[in-house]
């Protein structure tokens, strides 16, 4: 294992710092270049990383044109490309640096050339094009969009090689009075800057790099932000000592150099960038049979696991293809920090691809869309190239002829032009759009659906433009076929350096920028389209919410119709709370009875009650009515006459007499199960006034009689004192007979008159029974609420998931396959026309991929696995919505009115504008005279000149 480790002192440290505020003696300060330390420590810190960057862009780019022969430039031009990478942050924001790795076609096309045996080369490397390529794409002028959209791949490219860089400009300036002259002006500010300084004290005088990374990582896992200080020991560290590295040690240096930048991105919840980046260093560890085990492995394999554990579920929320992207890094560290023999290499770039297919395609592994029956044609034509090269004639060389290779390139262009436009694999414009055929366009990777993706939004939304007039090539099998193109000529530059070739490579190239000018204008089309910007996505998100609401709605009727089955009409109670929660809740058809009918007092009907007198009972009583788990009575018992009294009907008859008294009764609130009744509460009523009740005879036991019922209708006989002399009867019969029935009376005072009804309410007129301890329901109840609960959440997901025959559940059911082909339908959109923005906004990918995303069917399923609240769904997804429009509104302008372009389409064209600069651009010969000012911006290639004239063209024949 190889002994990696960089040892600082402070003093040195400070040393460097000194640099960026004096001048070394020797020369006039406007003379001077900053040294190798002044350039580290300007991107050992934050504030000044990104800006540095940019301006060695423009130096690297000035540098770059003197040696493609531009002639005489200005210094001044490096302000022009200043002012352009300024423009180009319009489309991307400001900009972080970001590699390369995220490129499917350059992967699948490693994978095969692996499995062959043959030789990558340096065209196909899986991070993307070389330096050289992406400065020079950067600044060119033809499509701001590839420029922008390369932007970020060229600060991390430049980066790791900035001091070496920068070291081999000085001693090209220390002999070329003319070059440092022009780079004073530019980097004099550098040395000017006094906010640079930095205190760089750790804890320790001298500490190893891969201490100080473990440090930074612990930071990541533990405490927070990395600190500060150690940071930018680690960068400016590595920056510096870079340029006297050998190539083993510079790629690992290069690795921890990143790795710093990634694990201090987690705090900033920079989560894609992260696992993004470690992908593409462990992508440089590899191919993995060399003999030495790298540094960065090793470290690797101790803090991935700590970072995984402790970011596992914020990486999940974004995209769960993350984490499992990042056990596929692991498992490349692993192989590699495992020392000799070495692993075969292919199983390794098949994993790597594996997770970035995931991230980048939003599919399961590399073979679900590279393995699809519908691309045998293409993916023969390939295999039967590769396989080609792959056998060897003498001395080792392919064995493929000219005329073979030919067929080849031609092939391939062929291919792009038919079979990449077909409708398996680039989709139907014309449709059609119904709900079934939407909802199965939407599963298929998006990449394969173009051209149905633009008719649909020509299809749903009016607006001033037309269609492409020809169907778009799939850019995914577009850049596959152009990259195969680029190595089969660096396999073989004498076959390919032909006219017909080159007019190949020009039609493949016209194909891209053809393709990559009209997602452009489609997009600028739909966002122009009515008073404000309105792009695609916006149009969508429009849609999704009407889904959303039809959603909602539905839940709505679902729990609705639940309730209704399960609970009391009026209930007002949440399932979802305890047998304590507050209720309104009165059962609207309680009528008072008595309690027992078989001991009343000839009243036998029924009271009213007043949701006044319901709510004598506790809450937990009305909650347990109202679901079901018992019943709350109210009842009247002890019906009766007191403070009785009587007093003869007349003075001289002690036979009859009239009885008095006052009414009273006992009111009860009781609780019902299964036919057993507890009291809950009882009072007593006694009437304030006297009443005659009752005519009868004049006895002891009709007084003592409290409900002298049985007395009615019997027979009174009265003796006379006086005879008559028989002409007249000498006694008198009666009949006792009531005169106050209590029915009656309750008539007459209960909801009116007196209203005795309401004396309970207020306490006056009576009084409480005695102690009366009601059982203690609370938990029983609150065990049938759970009960409850359970049931309903089973029952509106599983209508919810599987629908039903009618009814909500088949509306649920319905209304959610919208709502999760429109999620689809956002998904496509953003893939296809702001590719980029998956990658730089974690809300957006989140949004579209994550477990915290919008909501459709998967997302769903997920919610009633973790047994999230029905009630809850509708606010849930309203809230995610909303965020995704916040975050979608946060988008630069300029990449929401032309959209952005996908990193491998990106870098296919990249190649073939660098196969084309290599083997058929001849440099312009240096002019003598001339005015620098007139220097030409750029190099046009055929492709570019096809693109502004129309009527150009090139034929296969060239």
Request: glycine share 6%.
């Amino acid at each position: 294992m190889q002994n990696f480790s960089f040892q600082y002192t402070r003093v040195h440290v400070i040393a460097a710092l000194t640099f960026m505020l004096i001048v070394p003696t020797g020369l006039p300060a406007q003379e001077e270049l900053p040294d190798t330390p002044v350039l580290a420590a300007r991107l050992a810190i934050p504030e000044t990383r990104t800006q540095t960057l940019l301006e060695l862009a423009v130096i690297l780019r000035y540098q770059q044109r003197v040696i493609m022969g531009e002639g005489s430039l200005a210094p001044e031009s490096m302000l022009q490309d200043l002012a352009w990478l300024d423009r180009l942050q319009t489309h991307i924001g400001p900009v972080r640096a970001r590699s390369g790795v995220l490129d499917p076609a350059a992967w699948q096309m490693n994978q095969k050339l692996v499995q062959q045996g043959l030789p990558v080369g340096n065209w196909l490397a899986p991070d993307g094009p070389s330096l050289e390529a992406t400065l020079h794409t950067v600044f060119q002028r033809q499509d701001e969009r590839l420029a922008a959209s390369v932007l970020p791949e060229l600060l991390w490219r430049l980066e790791a090689e900035s001091t070496v860089r920068w070291s081999a400009l000085q001693q090209q300036a220390a002999s070329d009075e003319k070059l440092r002259n022009a780079l004073v002006t530019r980097v004099q500010p550098w040395l000017e800057n006094a906010e640079l300084e930095l205190a760089p004290a750790v804890d320790a005088e001298q500490r190893e790099v891969t201490e100080m990374m473990s440090a930074l990582a612990e930071d990541a896992v533990s405490t927070g932000p990395p600190d500060p200080r150690r940071l930018f020991v680690v960068r400016s560290l590595l920056l510096e000592r870079l340029p006297g590295l050998s190539a083993d040690e510079a790629r690992d240096a290069t690795a921890y150099l990143r790795l710093a930048s990634l694990i201090d991105g987690l705090h900033e919840q920079h989560y894609t960038a992260f696992v993004e980046g470690l992908l593409a260093v462990v992508a440089s560890l590899l191919p993995a049979d060399e003999e030495q085990v790298s540094s960065v492995a090793v470290w690797l394999t101790g803090h991935l696991p700590a970072l995984s554990e402790a970011y596992a579920r914020r990486f999940a929320a974004v995209d769960p293809r993350i984490n499992s992207a990042l056990a596929s890094a692991y498992d490349v560290a692993l192989n590699r920090a495992a020392g000799p023999p070495a692993s075969p290499a292919a199983p390794l770039v098949a994993e790597l691809a594996d997770a970035v297919a995931q991230l980048a395609l939003l599919v399961p592994d590399i073979e679900y869309y590279f393995d699809l029956p519908v691309r045998d044609t293409i993916a023969g034509s390939i295999e039967t190239c590769i396989g080609m090269m792959a056998r060897s004639g003498e001395e080792g060389h392919p064995a493929i002829t000219r005329e073979l290779f030919d067929d080849c390139q031609s092939s391939l262009v062929r291919l792009a032009e038919t079979e990449a436009v077909a409708p398996g694999l680039a989709g139907d414009p014309s449709g059609p759009f119904g709900p079934a055929q939407l909802q199965r366009e939407v599963s298929v990777t998006s990449m394969q659906r173009i051209n149905y993706g633009m008719g649909y939004l020509h299809e749903r939304y009016s607006t001033a433009c037309s269609p492409p007039a020809s169907p778009l090539p799939n850019p995914l099998e577009w850049s596959m076929l152009a990259s195969l193109l680029t190595w089969l000529a660096e396999q073989s530059p004498v076959y390919f350096q032909t006219e017909a070739n080159e007019a190949r490579l020009v039609r493949m190239q016209a194909i891209g920028l053809e393709l990559l000018a009209t997602l452009s204008s489609q997009v600028d089309c739909f966002s122009g389209s009515g008073a404000s910007l309105n792009d695609p996505v916006s149009r969508s998100l429009a849609d999704y919410r009407a889904a959303l609401t039809g959603l909602r709605n539905s839940l709505g009727e679902s729990i609705q119709a639940f309730r209704d089955q399960a609970l009391a009409p009026g209930s007002d109670i949440a399932l979802e709370l305890d047998g304590a929660q507050e209720t309104t809740y009165r059962p609207d058809d309680l009528m008072i009875g008595p309690c027992d009918v078989e001991q009343a007092c000839e009243m036998t009907g029924s009271l009213s009650t007043t949701r006044a007198l319901l709510g004598l009972f506790p809450e937990t009583y009305l909650v347990a009515d109202q679901s079901g788990m018992g019943e709350v009575q109210l009842c009247y018992e002890h019906m009766e006459w007191v403070d009785r009294r009587a007093e003869p009907v007349r003075p001289d008859d002690t036979n009859v007499a009239n009885y008095h008294g006052r009414f009273a009764f006992d009111l009860k609130g009781r609780f019902v199960v299964d036919g057993q009744a507890s009291d809950v509460f009882g009072f007593r009523f006694t009437s304030p006034d006297e009443y005659h009740y009752l005519f009868a005879a004049a006895k002891e036991e009709v007084l003592s009689d409290s409900c002298p019922m049985e007395w009615v209708g019997s027979r009174i006989v009265t003796p006379m004192k006086n005879r008559r002399g028989g002409v007249v009867p000498n006694r008198l019969t009666y009949l006792a007979a009531p005169r106050m029935l209590p029915s009656r009376l309750l008539s007459l005072n209960w909801d009116r008159g007196a209203e005795w009804r309401d004396w309970f309410i207020t306490g006056l007129g009576v009084e409480p029974l005695g102690p009366v301890t009601p059982p203690d329901i609370g938990p029983s109840v609150t065990e049938h609420l759970q009960s409850l609960y359970r049931q309903e959440q089973v029952s509106v997901y599983q209508g919810l998931m599987h629908g039903g025959a009618e009814g909500s559940a088949a509306a649920a059911y319905q209304q959610l396959q919208d709502l999760s082909t429109q999620k689809g339908l956002i998904r496509m959109l953003a893939m296809l026309f702001y590719p980029q923005s998956l990658l730089d906004s974690d809300a957006v990918r989140s949004a579209v991929a994550g477990q915290a995303g919008l909501l459709d069917e998967n997302v769903l399923a997920r919610f009633r696995q973790d047994n999230v609240p029905v009630n809850s769904i509708s606010e849930t997804g309203l809230r995610r919505l909303e965020s995704l429009q916040a975050a979608w509104r946060e988008q630069p302008e300029a990449r929401l009115r032309t959209g952005s372009v996908a990193i491998g389409l990106a870098h296919a064209l990249m190649r073939l504008d660098q196969v084309y600069r290599t083997y058929f651009l001849a440099a312009p010969e240096t002019p003598e005279t001339g005015d620098p000012s007139e220097a030409p911006e750029t190099l046009e290639t055929p492709a570019l000149q096809e693109l502004t004239e129309p009527s150009a063209s090139v034929s296969e024949s060239g």
